[in-house]
């Protein structure tokens, strides 16, 4: 399974680039917001500063909402560098702008996905990833897992190949359970990905190895 990091925040993610395990970065609007990046020149120059840390794609949102508004930007901005990948919202005319970016070679994900139907209809339309949001589906009490195995049980009937990218991942449970389910990738903030080094077993028992060979050692 591959780990994107899903965040805008540039120590953030070669924090993560530089552990050994960063398949990729995905940000929004949302994250790009945090990070207080505006202004379409700083925007850009981010997206470039992202993809000169990860060796991995990077998922850059574009803002508009018609057919060919979303084209212009995502042509845009998968000019940019040859890892971009225009992240389209899941609506009518996003499910046509991901037929066009496909057809012209453009990898493309589909975010704000919440049901199967509509990642059965991003796969159709050809999108390199999909991206259902389990945290926020959790949020409502609604199971964001399920989710998860229903997509990939759709996908292998069919043999879709766009990726599952399980997004809106909070916790290291989430990531351990879509691992779990075969998602193809996870994207999570840094805090998620750390908290899977930490064993409380593993802290135990490192610190008597090291005060056996201390004495051992007559220190
Ligand atoms: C996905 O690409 C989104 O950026 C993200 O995972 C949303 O996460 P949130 O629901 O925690 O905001």
């Given at each position: 399974m591959k780990f994107f990091i899903d965040t805008a925040n540039l120590a953030q993610i070669k924090e993560a680039h530089d552990l050994g395990v960063l398949d990729g970065v995905t940000t929004n609007p949302s994250l790009m917001a945090k990070e207080g990046i505006t202004g379409e020149e700083n925007v850009i120059n981010h997206y470039k500063a992202i993809c000169e840390i990860t060796d991995g794609d990077v998922s850059a949102e574009v803002i508009s909402t018609t057919f060919e508004e979303m084209i212009a930007e995502g042509e845009a901005l998968a000019k940019l560098h040859e890892r971009i990948v225009v992240k389209v919202p899941m609506l009518k005319d996003g499910v046509k702008a991901i037929k066009y970016f496909t057809e012209k070679g453009i990898k493309t994900n589909c975010t704000l996905i919440f049901s199967a139907g509509q990642a059965l209809l991003a796969a159709k339309a050809g999108a390199t990833y999909v991206s259902p949001f389990i945290g926020r589906l959790d949020d409502i009490s609604t199971d964001g897992l399920t989710l998860i195995e229903d997509i990939r049980t759709i996908f292998d009937n069919y043999g879709?190949?766009?990726?599952?990218?399980?997004?809106?991942?909070?916790?290291p449970m989430h990531i351990i359970n879509c691992a779990k389910l075969g998602a193809d990738v996870v994207t999570a903030p840094l805090a998620p990905i750390l908290a899977l080094l930490k064993h409380p077993l593993t802290d135990n028992g490192l610190a008597q190895f090291l005060a056996d060979h201390a004495k051992a050692a007559g220190k």
């Open positions: 879709y190949t766009t990726q599952i990218l399980a997004a809106s991942a909070r916790h």
